[in-house]
Nanobody, 121 residues
Framework: QVQLVESGGGLVQPGGSLRLSCAVA????????MGWYRQAPGKERELVAT???????NYAESVKGRFTISRDSAKNTGYLQMNSLKPDDTGVYYC???????????????WGQGTLVTVSS
């Protein structure tokens, strides 16, 4: 059973910053690819950013230039740095990881439990 631990959400004023983390518990699984999604109240879940195994990243137009996705392989943790936050960025943020099982060489997709980000004055 793979465990992900998301953290870093909270209340921030417009223009502020937050960094979200998504940590994989244990050393059996390594991060292959990662994505961050968000779901605003009353809206569907949308893709915010992705990062490939090689480290190339892609962003939704609405967050380009403000958000940065990254990963630390040594810590088996992924991050989403969010700067210049706007009220429209409010929502529950979820990490989605494709993990490689280093024992079986298989892949598994897992979701974090979600962390709430509220941007408000």
């Amino acid at each position: 059973q793979v465990q992900l631990v998301e953290s870093g959400g909270g209340l921030v004023q417009p223009g502020g910053s937050l960094r979200l983390s998504c940590a994989v518990a244990g050393s059996r699984f390594s991060i292959n690819t990662m994505g961050w999604y968000r779901q605003a109240p009353g809206k569907e879940r949308e893709l915010v950013a992705t990062i490939s195994r090689a480290g190339s990243s892609n962003y939704a137009e609405s967050v380009k230039g403000r958000f940065t996705i990254s990963r630390d392989s040594a810590k088996n943790t992924g991050y989403l740095q969010m700067n210049s936050l706007k009220p429209d960025d409010t929502g529950v943020y979820y990490c989605n990881l494709q993990l490689r099982d280093i024992l079986t060489y298989s892949y598994v997709e897992v979701w974090g439990q979600g962390t709430l980000v509220t941007v408000s004055s």
